[in-house]
């Protein structure tokens, strides 16, 4: 009976921890990458150089703040591929 209970208890507590491991904070410059008309915005992590795609970043007008450091706090939507194709965010909000 005890087994029955505790069961579905910890699976809705895995469940709600590996919701929240996709959420990451990141501090870094915004670029603009790519040539005409396939160009993308990027956000470079100042701590660990890497590269990570922005969605949706109409949203949040980050073409107006290029070269400029920003403190975002995102959800990773993508795994980097490769150097040609960055990691996936999705910005959540910006500090």
Known sequence: ML?????PLFALL???????SDL????????????APHTYVVIE???????????NEKSFS???K???????????LKEAIGPGFPAEIEI????
């Open 14 to 20: 895995g469940i709600g921890a590996c919701a929240q």
């Open 24 to 35: 990451i904070e990141i501090e870094g410059k915004v670029y603009v990458k790519g040539s």
């Open 66 to 76: 290029q070269k400029q450091t920003v403190h975002v706090k995102a959800r990773a």
């Open 62 to 64: 980050l073409i107006d």
């Open 45 to 55: 992590d100042s701590k660990q150089h890497k590269s990570y795609k922005v969605v």
């Open 3 to 7: 087994k029955k209970m505790l069961l």
């Open 92 to 95: 959540i909000s910006i500090d």
